[in-house]
């Protein structure tokens, strides 16, 4: 927690380059090529990928907290939760209403959460392997779930997520309010403290009478809600499908990295992921406008990932990240770097605490 | 200490004895033994379904998808024994499959220098990890992101036609005794070679325990970490080789679920996460382990919407197993 009051007095003094800062660049770059190649209404590539980048937002607010609980820290199953998720919302939606719809899917993903809890806290496995293991656990759940249910997503439900308030889609107001509390929630409560203080150290936090096993129990629980929330919306909006998530696995890890929330765990950025989300979607419908196939997507989109790892981790190494700080970067190689086989020690403590 | 029993006394301290070595083996292996007990356990359960196991050519059959999932296990045990994960293998083994499925038939020489550009690139990937201090997990997932465009570039449709030498890899099957059996035994060989008999099997584990000691003993971190990553991207091209001669052609999504198989694989066969420790046997076992599981869930008659799940909670009660073990060996 020294980092945080660093930081508030960092502000006070100088300009603080934000975290989120560089995939603010890569949103304007982006935009600007997309307005420069098809023309048009400059606001509506913009409109258009707030209507997609909602359900990114959803998936990598869970995957932020778990990735800030520290290394070793990951969830692996939010993809198949979002899968399963969305036939939950159907399925219940047609016998109770959407509401009870989305619920249902949220606390679908509460449940798969809770094994990967069990896993990891009672059966002492990597979080890794923990919901590697939930995530097979409910890819057979949601291929029962398919093998019984054919019915589309309810008429209301899906009237909502088309719904638009001046031409901005209300998922994307509602997901923007649900991460301001979240952002609130990490700089103002008990737990948003406490999820960085145990990504920082989780021995110190101990120490200092934490209470770090709810905090991680709670942190893996919300990662699954928001994954069955995304996937009870998805449902509505796409349509349930047995690999509907597959790719928000990897989408929600590389939004969070993106959006400056440190790998190593201990700071999350908030405001980055909706910088990051919706600079992939928008790379997405530059790339589709160009004309270049999946496959080069796929490409250039992994070489972002790498590039802005490399840039990030010289200019964000003790958890701040100035501009001063990388233009220093640049000139020199910091004095003390810590190896990389510093991290692994610190897994140690978080799979064996 | 006496001069007179200087000779004896120093010999003893400098170099541990038999009994010391075999102790500390045991506690190290301990873990990767259980799974050798759920192999075994696994393995009788499926042979008391099905005795027809027991023939050549159902241990042939059993152990076949094995092979090449075992290889890309090493890599995966190599990349982790000196503290990094790789998470874009099951992607990096699918592009290997699409390579030889296309340009490896196609054009022999341009395919052979795609391989070797694969090397190249993880050795480079090894230096970027080692010298940006870039965390692994996400270099790698971002690497899978490029390995999957490129397999889809190269074969946006699963299919292609594997070289005829590729084919005549699998297609040799001799009767006397199971041929994934003989791979299986051979790659694990090679394996245990390389992590434990050699001088580069020991600078790796030195770099995954305590890099400063590696660094001050006068070896480089980087070449070290560089020569890993690339060891391990061989291993890994050869799996999408025998992958692809196996199922004789290519798909980049082949091998999608490798990358977490794998990392299971090595967890379960002993391995763990903070580096330092290499686990070649155990990992066969892990490997062994977890495909009699697939084949035995096929044999049970299970509903194949349930198998994934059996495999999820079989892994986790392994796992479970391994910290109880854990605990009584402390």
Known sequence: MNALNATKTKTASRFTWPAWGWSLIGVLGVWLCIIAVGGGNPGGPVLQALSLAPYLVLVSIGQMLVISLGPGNIDVSVGAIVSMASYVSVAVGALAGPLAGLAAAVLAGVAAALLSVIAIMLLRVPPIIATLATSLVVASATLLLADANRAGADAALRGFVNARVFGIPVTAILVAVLTVLIALALKRTMYGLSVAAIGQSTLAARKAGLRVTSTIVTTYLLSGAFAGLAGGLLAAYISPSTVLGDSYLLDSIAVVVLGGTLIAGGRPVVAGLWTGAVFFVLLSSLLNLVGWNLGAQNVLKGLLVVVVIVISSRVTKTGRSTLSRFLSSLRREPAATPTPADTPALTKENTHA | ?330
């Open chain 2, 1 to 330: 200490m006496t001069t007179l029993t200087a000779p004896r006394a120093s010999g003893r301290s400098s170099v541990p004895t038999f009994r010391s070595r075999a102790t500390i083996g045991a506690k190290h292996s301990a873990p990767g033994a259980l799974s050798l007990v759920a192999m075994i356990v696994i393995f009788v359960i499926a042979v008391a379904n099905q005795p027809g196991i027991l023939s050549v050519y159902g241990l042939t059959l059993m152990l076949t998808a094995a092979v090449p999932l075992l290889l890309a296990a090493q890599a995966q045990m190599l990349i982790m024994s000196v503290g990094d994960i790789d998470l874009g293998i099951g992607q990096l083994v699918g592009l290997v499959t699409v390579i030889a499925a296309t340009m490896l038939t196609t054009d022999p020489l341009l395919g052979v220098l795609a391989l070797l550009a694969i090397v190249g690139a993880y050795a480079l990937l090894g230096l970027l990890v080692q010298k940006r201090n870039v965390p692994s997990i996400i270099a790698t997932l971002g690497m899978s992101f490029v390995w999957l465009g490129l397999g889809l570039q190269l074969l946006p449709t699963p299919g292609g036609q594997t070289p005829e030498w590729l084919a005549q890899l699998s297609a040799w099957r001799p009767d006397w005794i199971p041929a994934p059996v003989v791979w299986i035994v051979a790659i694990t060989l090679v394996a245990w070679f390389l992590a434990k008999r050699t001088r580069f099997g020991t600078r790796m584990r030195a770099l995954g325990s305590s890099s400063p000691t590696l660094s001050r003993a006068g070896w480089s971190l980087s070449r070290t970490r560089v020569l890993t990553y690339a060891a391990a991207a061989v291993l890994a091209v050869l799996a999408g080789l025998v992958l692809a001669s196996q199922t004789q052609s290519g798909d980049v999504n082949s091998a999608g679920n490798y990358t977490l198989m794998t990392i299971a694989a090595v967890i379960l066969g002993g391995g763990n996460f903070k580096g330092g420790q290499s686990f070649p046997v155990g990992t066969a076992f892990g490997v062994v382990t977890l495909s009699l599981i697939t084949v035995l869930l096929g044999l049970i008659n299970l509903s194949s919407s349930l198998q994934s799940a059996a495999q999820g909670l079989i892994v986790l009660a392994v796992l479970a197993g391994r910290v109880i073990t854990e605990r009584f060996v402390r």
